[in-house]
């Protein structure tokens, strides 16, 4: 290769990186478009955890009403989401933060992140979901953990499905349930303080003790315990009829399955003292520039068209009155007459303690 | 000195240096800061009291010996294959090469569910040898226990050692070997004292990078390890997300990162005293072609059993997206394509793919130019500041994840929500991966060709082009496929960073998980077997790379 050549095939080296960057340079956002020419689109960040989710439509009628564009960001889980927010207080992530949820309310609170607004639309919302008297955080869905079983599976055995917590540790249920740990799951956390408040303070460790006697498996998350254990969940492989998940887990077995079955596999279980209700709140992150929209942006989300999206989206129930469920909802997963509600303050203050003492047990 | 080569050279220099204190250093700094001091004042009351009490002890000392325990393990199963990639030549081998490197690229809850599938009490094999043996328990319990930890870490990092060794060992110049024999050494005698001595500076290479990453190991320990283990990063995870108590957080990222450095300055010292130059070949040599049958079947069974065993969990994954439910079905492929929820975060799987592949060409080519720059600087000869820096550019794989993704948020002002971070943070952990299979390459190159080469009038970029690349193409490419998969693969910081309107194929699948539903788990199961095919695809196409000028 002479001089020339050598040359020549440097520079079509060096073009091809340069191409290679300005391509991905085009994924990048262009820069948020400041205030100034009129008709330009205000952006709105709104901040969430990984299971957020909205149909397209409704995203598309906040953003025409409003002459506005929707920036979605996802935080990860819950917990890790909430204290992102928490540590760039000085410079917030968005405007408006959803997913704070009741086990949270309190370390939200006390971290001083969000501003009242006290929305028309509350008076829509049940009085008791409205946890915060300032509105600082504001309700928006409601969901349940509970007990899902394998219907075909109990009923082949001629075994009854369990009717009290009592009946998990009788040996007639040996080996039968999967639980997600409290540590690392959400809802492994809700149905371990479900039997805390159930059992008391007293109690509860004896009744863990009964259940890791009588062959309760504990898992990682809730994706391990469904897909890989349960029996419905896995296709059949997995050797456990009964896990710990959420009432609106059966309707979605039926409308996502493969095989156009019309009733779901699966039946929740919702025993007395073995469901917690889980409420979902939405608040203006304090230091917003986007006040005026930003507060029309949560009387969206607490409001009929957002509402009717999130059974389908969220797997949860809406909060507003006037919200309609779909019938799935309405027949395999009507919301349960009771369930277990523990304040904020108490968990945070007991959270530590009550994991370390269950790890203990359940090491045994 | 040329101001052209002084102004390239000070490029070379700076360039790496500045990358690591803008998106390593400073962040880390802020969040440890933040996490210590609060209010400015430092408040150590809560570290004082985890480090009396013995439970982080525990931590780091059980963090410690399974790492040793599973390099040990990994480098068992992958010093035979390595060898073997090296030595032999036969049909497909590319094609096994990287069958065996795309464990590497699979996210945890996936290799989770392989593992369950297979080896779990009533998976596969369990319920087979019930049914043969007419057990009544299944005879495998390996679920939450140490074993089953040690087996996922070596599975996910064979292939480092099948990659570095292996690639170092091809470019070997067997007339070292040929003069072993003339001098009376044959086979293991003429490895242990010829190849093995001459392997040394790659061999520890890659057990420094599996011991890290099984030093760090995160959702292997949560998934499979169920409650009775943790190593200091999840334990940083607890205390970060969990509880929320900072301070000790930062004071275990501490204690992970000096250990780390105090590792990594120790190999580093080792490794560059070790290595001289070799005459490393610009391409594979003629490997052996041994004549006898026995030989060959003998290598032939070994590698099928060794491939076998790396690629068996994720078989029965893919063959589970065809078949779950029961019957033979593409219904699971066909719905990743439907939008049926009409959700705004919806992507079909080829933009998924697409996203997925951007980032990894981005990051490739951004830790391919930061690697190698920053392995120039540490080939030079050992001054204080290399002996420093050696180390340093290792650390960020020794990093929690989890501080430094909290570092982002609070240090990185107007990017913390830019897309360009996820590459970047790609970068961050593929670049030690870059310097440490390019450094040992470079290290042993012959300083005489390029003299020979400048008194023969070729300036210093020249030298580089016709002296240095080809020898150096081997080790480029291998960094080039660890960068590129280790992009692909990545899951915890991309879903840290990423929106949820550009989903990669992790997140996809991560998405899927999280939904009731047989056909929201076909999804997943289809999204891994397609994250497959493309890793295998993209793999194939980097070994075939050929820089401009070659000739094969």
Redesign the interface.
Same mark, same amino acid.
């Given at each position: 290769m002479n001089q020339s050549q050598f040359k020549r095939r440097a520079v079509a080296l060096v073009a091809a990186a340069l191409v290679m960057l300005v391509g991905v340079g085009c994924v990048a956002p262009a820069a948020p478009v400041q205030d100034g020419a009129a008709a330009a689109p205000a952006t709105l960040v709104v901040a969430s955890h990984d299971s957020f989710a909205v149909s397209e439509e409704v995203v598309a009628a906040f953003e025409a009403a409003n002459n506005a564009r929707v920036q979605f960001l996802a935080l990860g889980d819950a917990g890790a989401a909430l204290n992102k927010l928490i540590l760039s207080k000085q410079a917030p992530l968005a405007d408006v933060f959803f997913g704070v949820d009741n086990t949270f309310l309190s370390r939200a609170l006390a971290a001083d992140i969000f501003a009242p607004y006290a929305s028309p639309l509350l008076a829509q919302v049940p009085a008791e979901a409205q946890l915060d008297a300032e509105n600082r955080l504001l309700p928006v869905d409601t969901g349940y953990v509970t007990l899902n079983a394998d219907r075909a599976w109990f009923a082949e055995r001629n075994l009854p499905l369990p009717a009290t917590l009592e009946d998990l540790i009788d040996p007639a249920y040996k080996d039968l349930l999967v639980v997600e740990n409290p540590a690392t799951s959400s809802p492994g956390l809700a149905f371990l303080m479900a039997t805390i408040a159930h059992f008391g303070e007293d109690d509860w460790q004896a009744y863990w003790a009964a259940l890791h006697a009588n062959g309760a498996l504990v898992v990682e998350g809730w994706s391990q315990a469904y897909y890989e254990q349960f029996t419905v969940g896995s296709g059949g492989t997995g050797g456990r009829p009964l896990v710990v998940s959420y009432t609106t887990s059966p309707p979605a077995d039926m409308l996502f399955a493969t095989d156009g079955r019309t009733e779901p596999g699966s039946v929740n279980v919702n025993l007395d003292g073995g469901v917690f209700r889980q409420i979902e709140f939405v608040g203006i992150l304090k230091g917003t520039k986007q006040q005026a929209l930003a507060e029309r942006w949560v009387d969206f989300m607490l409001d009929t068209q957002f509402q009717n999206d999130i059974p389908l989206q969220m797997f949860v129930y809406p909060l507003n009155a006037r919200a309609t469920l779909p019938p799935a909802f309405a027949e395999f997963a009507p919301q349960p007459e009771s369930a277990v509600e523990v304040a904020s303050a108490t968990i945070e203050a007991n959270r530590e303690a009550w994991l370390q003492a269950w790890s203990e047990i359940m090491l045994r | 000195m040329h101001p052209v080569t002084r102004i390239v050279r000070g490029t070379i220099v700076l360039f790496p240096l500045l990358f690591l204190a803008i998106f390593f250093v400073y962040p880390l700094a802020a969040?440890l800061r933040?996490s210590l001091a609060p209010e400015g004042v430092p408040a150590l009351q809560p570290v004082w009291e985890a480090a009396r009490s013995g439970a982080v002890w525990r931590i780091l000392w059980f963090t410690t010996w399974q790492a040793l325990a599973s390099t040990a393990l990994t480098m068992a199963l992958g010093l035979p294959l390595a060898a073997i990639f090296a030595r032999y030549t036969f049909p497909g081998k590319s094609a096994l090469r990287a069958l065996t490197t795309i464990p590497f690229v699979m996210p945890t $809850?996936v290799v989770? !569910?392989a593992f369950?599938?297979l080896i779990?009490?009533?998976?596969i094999i369990n319920n087979w040898l019930r049914g043969g043996l007419g057990l009544a328990e299944p005879p495998i319990q390996l679920m939450n226990t140490i074993w089953i930890i040690l087996l996922a870490h070596a599975f996910y990092n064979v292939s480092v050692v099948v990659r570095t060794v292996g690639g170092f060992w091809e470019a070997l110049n067997p007339a070292l070997g040929e003069a072993g024999q003339v001098l009376g050494a044959h086979g293991l005698r003429l490895f242990r004292t010829v190849t093995l001595p001459l392997l040394m500076p790659s061999i520890t290479a890659a057990g420094m990078l599996v011991f890290l990453f099984c030093f760090t190991s995160f959702g292997v320990i949560?998934?499979l390890g169920?409650? #009775?283990f943790a190593t200091l990063e999840v334990e940083i995870y #607890?205390q !970060? $997300?969990?509880?929320?108590n900072l301070p000790v957080a930062a004071f275990l990222s501490l204690l992970q990162m000096v250990i780390t450095f105090a590792v990594m300055a120790v190999y580093t010292r080792v490794q560059a005293r070790a290595s001289l130059p070799l005459e490393m070949r610009p391409r594979a040599h003629a490997p052996c072609h041994s004549g006898k049958l026995l030989h060959r079947i003998v290598v032939g069974a070994l590698l099928l059993v060794m491939v076998l065993l790396l690629v068996a969990p994720l078989l029965a994954l893919a063959w589970r997206s065809f078949t779950?439910?029961?019957h033979f079905?593409l /219904?699971?492929y066909r719905e990743l394509a439907v939008? #049926?929820?009409?959700? !705004?975060?919806?992507a079909p799987p080829v933009t998924a793919i697409r996203?997925s592949l951007?980032y990894a060409? !981005?990051a490739t080519?951004l830790s391919l130019l930061l690697g190698v720059s920053g392995a120039y600087v540490l080939a030079r000869p050992r001054t204080l500041a290399t002996a420093i820096l050696d180390p340093l550019f290792l650390l960020p794989l020794g990093t929690s994840a989890v501080t430094l993704g909290?570092g982002y948020?609070?240090a990185m002002?107007a990017w913390?929500?830019?897309? @360009?971070l996820v *590459?970047v943070a790609h970068t961050m952990i593929a670049t030690p991966f870059v310097v440490r299979t390019f450094l040992p390459a470079l290290r042993s190159l012959d300083p005489h060709l390029r003299e020979a080469a400048a008194v023969l009038g070729a300036g210093p970029?020249?030298t580089w @082009?016709?002296v240095d690349m080809p020898v150096l193409r081997r080790a480029l490419l291998v960094s080039a496929a660890f960068a590129f998969t280790i992009s692909l693969g990545e899951f915890g910081a991309t879903?840290?960073i990423?929106?949820? /309107?550009?989903p990669t194929m992790p997140m996809v699948i991560? #998405?899927a998980?999280?939904? *009731?539903?047989?056909?929201?788990?076909?999804q997943a199961l289809a999204m891994s077997t397609i994250l497959m095919v493309v890793c295998m695809v993209a793999l194939l196409l980097i070994e075939r790379f050929r820089l401009?000028?070659e000739e094969f």
């Amino acid at each position: 290769m002479n001089q020339s050549q050598f040359k020549r095939r440097a520079v079509a080296l060096v073009a091809a990186a340069l191409v290679m960057l300005v391509g991905v340079g085009c994924v990048a956002p262009a820069a948020p478009v400041q205030d100034g020419a009129a008709a330009a689109p205000a952006t709105l960040v709104v901040a969430s955890h990984d299971s957020f989710a909205v149909s397209e439509e409704v995203v598309a009628a906040f953003e025409a009403a409003n002459n506005a564009r929707v920036q979605f960001l996802a935080l990860g889980d819950a917990g890790a989401a909430l204290n992102k927010l928490i540590l760039s207080k000085q410079a917030p992530l968005a405007d408006v933060f959803f997913g704070v949820d009741n086990t949270f309310l309190s370390r939200a609170l006390a971290a001083d992140i969000f501003a009242p607004y006290a929305s028309p639309l509350l008076a829509q919302v049940p009085a008791e979901a409205q946890l915060d008297a300032e509105n600082r955080l504001l309700p928006v869905d409601t969901g349940y953990v509970t007990l899902n079983a394998d219907r075909a599976w109990f009923a082949e055995r001629n075994l009854p499905l369990p009717a009290t917590l009592e009946d998990l540790i009788d040996p007639a249920y040996k080996d039968l349930l999967v639980v997600e740990n409290p540590a690392t799951s959400s809802p492994g956390l809700a149905f371990l303080m479900a039997t805390i408040a159930h059992f008391g303070e007293d109690d509860w460790q004896a009744y863990w003790a009964a259940l890791h006697a009588n062959g309760a498996l504990v898992v990682e998350g809730w994706s391990q315990a469904y897909y890989e254990q349960f029996t419905v969940g896995s296709g059949g492989t997995g050797g456990r009829p009964l896990v710990v998940s959420y009432t609106t887990s059966p309707p979605a077995d039926m409308l996502f399955a493969t095989d156009g079955r019309t009733e779901p596999g699966s039946v929740n279980v919702n025993l007395d003292g073995g469901v917690f209700r889980q409420i979902e709140f939405v608040g203006i992150l304090k230091g917003t520039k986007q006040q005026a929209l930003a507060e029309r942006w949560v009387d969206f989300m607490l409001d009929t068209q957002f509402q009717n999206d999130i059974p389908l989206q969220m797997f949860v129930y809406p909060l507003n009155a006037r919200a309609t469920l779909p019938p799935a909802f309405a027949e395999f997963a009507p919301q349960p007459e009771s369930a277990v509600e523990v304040a904020s303050a108490t968990i945070e203050a007991n959270r530590e303690a009550w994991l370390q003492a269950w790890s203990e047990i359940m090491l045994r | 000195m040329h101001p052209v080569t002084r102004i390239v050279r000070g490029t070379i220099v700076l360039f790496p240096l500045l990358f690591l204190a803008i998106f390593f250093v400073y962040p880390l700094a802020a969040i440890l800061r933040l996490s210590l001091a609060p209010e400015g004042v430092p408040a150590l009351q809560p570290v004082w009291e985890a480090a009396r009490s013995g439970a982080v002890w525990r931590i780091l000392w059980f963090t410690t010996w399974q790492a040793l325990a599973s390099t040990a393990l990994t480098m068992a199963l992958g010093l035979p294959l390595a060898a073997i990639f090296a030595r032999y030549t036969f049909p497909g081998k590319s094609a096994l090469r990287a069958l065996t490197t795309i464990p590497f690229v699979m996210p945890t $809850v996936v290799v989770g !569910a392989a593992f369950t599938t297979l080896i779990g009490p009533t998976g596969i094999i369990n319920n087979w040898l019930r049914g043969g043996l007419g057990l009544a328990e299944p005879p495998i319990q390996l679920m939450n226990t140490i074993w089953i930890i040690l087996l996922a870490h070596a599975f996910y990092n064979v292939s480092v050692v099948v990659r570095t060794v292996g690639g170092f060992w091809e470019a070997l110049n067997p007339a070292l070997g040929e003069a072993g024999q003339v001098l009376g050494a044959h086979g293991l005698r003429l490895f242990r004292t010829v190849t093995l001595p001459l392997l040394m500076p790659s061999i520890t290479a890659a057990g420094m990078l599996v011991f890290l990453f099984c030093f760090t190991s995160f959702g292997v320990i949560l998934i499979l390890g169920g409650l #009775r283990f943790a190593t200091l990063e999840v334990e940083i995870y #607890r205390q !970060a $997300v969990n509880l929320f108590n900072l301070p000790v957080a930062a004071f275990l990222s501490l204690l992970q990162m000096v250990i780390t450095f105090a590792v990594m300055a120790v190999y580093t010292r080792v490794q560059a005293r070790a290595s001289l130059p070799l005459e490393m070949r610009p391409r594979a040599h003629a490997p052996c072609h041994s004549g006898k049958l026995l030989h060959r079947i003998v290598v032939g069974a070994l590698l099928l059993v060794m491939v076998l065993l790396l690629v068996a969990p994720l078989l029965a994954l893919a063959w589970r997206s065809f078949t779950l439910g029961g019957h033979f079905t593409l /219904d699971y492929y066909r719905e990743l394509a439907v939008n #049926r929820r009409q959700s !705004a975060f919806f992507a079909p799987p080829v933009t998924a793919i697409r996203n997925s592949l951007i980032y990894a060409s !981005a990051a490739t080519l951004l830790s391919l130019l930061l690697g190698v720059s920053g392995a120039y600087v540490l080939a030079r000869p050992r001054t204080l500041a290399t002996a420093i820096l050696d180390p340093l550019f290792l650390l960020p794989l020794g990093t929690s994840a989890v501080t430094l993704g909290l570092g982002y948020i609070v240090a990185m002002g107007a990017w913390r929500t830019s897309l @360009w971070l996820v *590459p970047v943070a790609h970068t961050m952990i593929a670049t030690p991966f870059v310097v440490r299979t390019f450094l040992p390459a470079l290290r042993s190159l012959d300083p005489h060709l390029r003299e020979a080469a400048a008194v023969l009038g070729a300036g210093p970029l020249r030298t580089w @082009w016709e002296v240095d690349m080809p020898v150096l193409r081997r080790a480029l490419l291998v960094s080039a496929a660890f960068a590129f998969t280790i992009s692909l693969g990545e899951f915890g910081a991309t879903l840290l960073i990423n929106r949820p /309107d550009r989903p990669t194929m992790p997140m996809v699948i991560y #998405r899927a998980l999280g939904q *009731p539903g047989m056909l929201n788990y076909g999804q997943a199961l289809a999204m891994s077997t397609i994250l497959m095919v493309v890793c295998m695809v993209a793999l194939l196409l980097i070994e075939r790379f050929r820089l401009p000028g070659e000739e094969f």
